[in-house]
C-alpha cells in the first residue's frame, strides 16, 4: 500500500499544548482549549531571493495559517487554557486587533465572555469582524494602543478578570514553540537568521527563549541571530524612546510603548542581532512582492520582515548561502481594505466575448513588459 | 530527550502532491507549485452537538486553513503545476472568488500570468483583495458566475490559454485528497456522515472519488453518505432545475447551473446519501454558532454544512454516536463585511477607566443573560 495510515503525517496534529506539553507550564489537569494551532507550513522562497540579488536559503513561516489567521493563537491557546484552569469567566485584552481575534476565538471556544478593547479607527477589518464574530464584547476606544493596554491594567484592578495580553506570562511561553517548529522543519537545526516584525515585542521576546530552550536541551547546536523590524513611524526601540503618536499602515506593530521592550533588546544582544526600521513605503512594496512573486498573502505587518530582509540584502548583509528564516505573523485577508488600496482595480466589462478578449489582450501585454520589477 | 527531532510531526508537510503523489496523476517530471497547502485541521466539536441536542462525535474540516484561505488551493496546486507541466504561460478562470484567489497565488509562484472573470457586485471583498494581490489580471463581468464560465470556455478556444476552472479535471483530483486526510485523521476510518456546501458540486464529487480510492485500496473498510446543502435560493441540484438567477448571501456558493451536477447526483445516490436546502437565515445562525461556541470563523457558504447538520439533527436524523464531519470551505476572514454586517456592533467609549468599566459591567451582564440561545 502506498499510502500508509501509519506514516508520518496520519496522526492528527494535536495542537500546540498537547505537542510540546513537556515544554509548557502545563499538567495533566489544565484543560486544553485548542483550535489545533500550530504546525504552520514553512515555505522556501521561489523569487525574491533573486529579486533581492542575493545567494541565500530563504523561508516564509506562514503564521497567517493558524486557525484565526495570526501568530497570536500560539499564545493565547495556552494563555486561555491557564485562565480555564484558574476558573476565570472573563478574559480582557488591549489589542491593534490580532491578539482580539484570537482571544475572542479561544474565549468562545471555552465558554467564557470575553471582552476587548481596540483602538478606534485603527483597527484592520477583518481582526474587528473576528472579535465581533466571535462574541466579544468589543469597545472601541478614543486613543492608541498603549491607552488601551493602560485601561486593561485598569480594569483588572477593579473586576475578577483574567488579562491575555501579552503582559500575560504564557503568552510568550506558547508563541515560543514556533521556534521548535522551524528548528524540526529545518530538520534539527536553527535558520543562521530570524527576522521579525517588532511591535510589542513579545514575539522575537518568545521565539528567542524557544530558540534557547531547544539549544540548552541540546536539540539544536546553535543560536541563529534575531533580526526585528520596526515601521519608521512606530520605531520606540530604535529610536530609544517612547513614541507618543505612533504612525504605520502596518497597523499590527502600531505601538509606541511596547510591552517587551526589555526583553526585545536583550534578544537582539544576545544573539548577536539587529533591530532596525523600514518605511512603509517598503513594507507595502514587500506585501506586493511577497503575494504577486511568492504567492503569499501576508499583512502589512508581516511584510516588514520581508522588507526588511530586502534593506538588509541590499547592504550585503548576508553571507552567501545563508538560512534566513521570515516569520509572516498574520494573514493578508486580516486586512483587505488595504491590499485592494494599494493593488491594481479590476477591470470591468460586459458579458461579451469580444470585449473581454480586446481587454484580456491588451491587460497580457502590459503584464509581460512589467513582468520583472 | 522529551522532543525528539524525528517524531511524527517533525519531518515537514510536503504539500498534497508529494504526500498523495501515488494517486495523483503526476509523474517525477512534473514541476511542483506548492504553497504548502492540505494538513487542515479535523477540530472536533465542543458545544454543538449539545445545543443541537444529539448525541454525535461531530468535527470540522477546517478548510479555511490553506494557504488562501480556502479548499480550492488544494485542487489549485494540481491544476497549475500540471499547467506548468504542459508549458502554459496564461491561465485562466471564472470565479465567485475563491478559485480565483488560489488560481491568482499558485500562478504568481509558477511565473504565470493568470486572468480571472469574477461577477461584479457578487464577491465577497477578501476574496477580490487577494487576486489582485497575487496579482491577477481581474476583470468584474456584468453578469453572474455562469456567464463568466460560459465567457472562460469561449476565451480558451480564442487563445492559448489553461483553463483551471472546475471543469480542469486535476481540480477533482487535488481535492480528493481531503477525503484522504480525514481518514487518517480518524485513525483509519471514514466519517458516517460527511457535510458539506454544495455550489458548483466539485467538490462532493472529489470527495466522494476520494473515499472511494481509499476504499477500493484497503485502506478503510466502510463508506461515509455524502450529504450536501445548498441555499435555498441557490438549490438547482434540490430542485431539479437550473436556477437563472440565483440568490443567497453565501456568495461561494451562488451558482444557478453547477459543472459537476451529474456526478454530484452520482455521489448522493451511490453513497445513499442527500442534497438538501438551507436557507439564508439558517446558514447565517449557523455561521453565528460556530464563531461563538466553537472559536471558529468561516465564511457563509462553508456554515451551510453546519446549518445542515442542525436541520437534520431537529429531525432525528442521526443515529446516536454517529461520527459526522463538516467541510468549512473557507475561511470566514474572506467576507469580513458580512461578518460585521450580521454581528452585534462594537461600543464605543473615552479612554476613560469609570466610562469602560460602567460599558464593560452592563455589556457582561446582558451577555451573561443571552448565555445560550
Known sequence: MEIDIESPHSAAWPGIIQRYKRYLPVTADTPVITLLEGNTPLIPAVSLPRLFGV???LYFKFEGMNPTGSFKDRGMTLAISKAAEEGAEIVVCASTGNTSASAAAYASRAGMISTVLIPRGNIAQGKLAQAMMHGAVVVQIDGNFDDCLRLVRALAEERPVAIVNSINPYRIEGQKTGSFEICQQLGGRPPDYHVLPVGNAGNITAYWKGYREFF????????????GFQAAGSAPIVRGMRIDKPETVATAIKIGDPASWKSAVA?????????????????????????????????????????????????????KGACVVCILTGHGLKDPERAIAIAEAPARSSANIHAVLDLLDRAVEARKRHSNP
Do not use: C, W
Open 267 to 319: 534578544a537582539r544582544d544576545e544573539s548577536g542581532g539587529l533591530i532596525e526600521e523600514v518605511t512603509d513605503d517598503e513594507i507595502t512594496h514587500a506585501q506586493k512582492l511577497l503575494a504577486s512573486y511568492e504567492g503569499v498573502f501576508a499583512e502589512p505587518a508581516s511584510a516588514a520582515s520581508v522588507a526588511g530582509v530586502a534593506k538588509l540584502s541590499r547592504k550585503g548583509f548576508f553571507p
Open 55 to 57: 545567494d541565500i536559503e
Open 216 to 227: 540548552y536541551n541540546g536539540l539544536i547546536d546553535r543560536l541563529p541571530r534575531m533580526i
